[in-house]
């Protein structure tokens, strides 16, 4: 079977799982049209580039996103850069003719994904975004359901995410509290993946309001150093929107959670049924069926839980009666990305997807403030 090559832009955490995902595809389905291989990675300093080669053998590495572009071998560039870097990786992504998937969200404003998209256009070369929370095998459930009329008309969407780990005053500076690396906080961040999910799932939505917060204005600039930077990022943020048949929705988003580690909560009610998926219970979706008959003692009433753990459908070689790992959606991400990039059928975010984000980002922040 052919190899097709691939390339790492960012080979921080982000860019480690995304090679992962790639890599172990062979070990997951059985219909692959081609065999990913990582032929190159680029680091943002040469020094970082070696340390990257000697740990994981890949025969190509370099500080320079046009280098990497440039190599014949590869064909497909992945791109897990902080969020100011993703205009000009898509771009000289683009111009040599790569297939690109592009880490979320698209870039730190919507003028810059548009940029993008008319690169993607101008060149027609394949795209994609690793959304991967659409391919929890609990989420494709969910959609199944939604989409066959278990739900009916939508009353109510509510969607958190929710990290910690950000409360220590100490913790210093990094990319993600840089507004003009980042493009914002938690929102941007977290509410990026909630953004899309909803409009994945249930359709288009307008903002109401939106509010946010910055808890700790100011950190140290670095590890030792004792200046401090201001903060221009929300710590927690809040957005009110509408359905297209008017029905309410929000999302809560907060890098400030005490106690939870990385917690995407998901409810959709509506006259039919309802939904509800945890991401720290992910192994099951919530599905409560209001046709069943209620009566003493609850009756058949009562939120019911699918045992949607890793059964995912042929080609999926692997039993899915295991216990699932955050890492499976981003396998199952990369897989669809594969499937798009030789033609075949997808399920994943396309860039009009991330500039729908994008546009949710945009109002949200304008809202806030945060601008």
Request: charged share 20%.
């Amino acid at each position: 079977m052919r190899k097709v090559g691939i390339g790492i832009a960012g080979f921080g955490f982000i860019g480690n799982v995304h090679a992962l995902a790639f890599q172990s595809l062979p070990y997951y389905y059985t219909d692959l049209p081609y065999i990913p291989e990582i032929r190159g990675i680029c680091t943002s300093r040469p020094d970082t580039a070696i340390k990257a080669q000697q740990e994981t053998g890949v025969p190509f590495v370099t500080s320079s996103i046009d280098e990497l572009c440039e190599r014949k071998e590869i064909d497909i560039i992945v791109i897990a850069l902080p969020n100011a870097y993703h205009l000009k990786a898509v771009q000289s992504a683009a111009q040599a003719g790569k297939a690109i998937y592009c880490d979320k969200p698209l870039a730190v404003k919507l003028d810059e994904a548009l940029e993008m998209k008319q690169a993607i256009l101008k060149n027609q070369v394949v795209f994609g975004i690793s959304f991967q929370n659409r391919f929890v095998a609990a989420i494709l459930r969910a959609k199944q359901l939604i989409d066959n009329g278990l739900i009916g008309e939508i009353y109510r969407v509510r969607g958190a995410y929710l990290h910690s780990g950000y409360g220590d005053p100490t913790r210093p500076m990094s990319w993600r509290l840089k507004k003009e690396i980042a493009g914002g906080g938690a929102l941007a961040d977290l509410g990026s993946h909630l953004s899309d999910l909803i409009h994945y799932l249930i359709g288009n939505t307008t903002i109401v309001s939106a509010k946010g917060r910055t808890f700790i204005t100011e950190r140290p600039s670095s590890m030792k150093a004792q200046e401090l930077e201001k903060v221009g990022v929300d710590d927690w943020s809040q957005v009110d929107f509408v359905l297209e048949n008017q029905s309410p929705g929000t999302i809560e988003v907060s890098r400030f959670a005490t106690g939870s580690c990385d917690e995407m909560r998901l409810e959709i009610e509506g006259h039919l049924g309802a939904v509800r998926f945890n991401s720290m219970q992910p192994n099951f979706l919530e599905v409560f069926d209001a046709q069943k008959m209620s009566g003493a003692y609850g009756g058949e009433r009562g939120f019911q839980k699918i045992e949607s753990v890793q059964q995912y459908p042929y080609p999926n070689r692997i039993p899915g009666k295991f216990a699932v790992g955050w890492v499976r959606s981003h396998i199952a991400c990369a897989h669809d990305f594969l499937q798009k990039f030789a033609g075949r059928p997808s399920m994943g975010a396309t860039i009009d997807d991330g500039i729908q984000v994008q546009e949710f980002l945009d109002t949200s922040y304008q809202l806030m403030g945060y601008e």
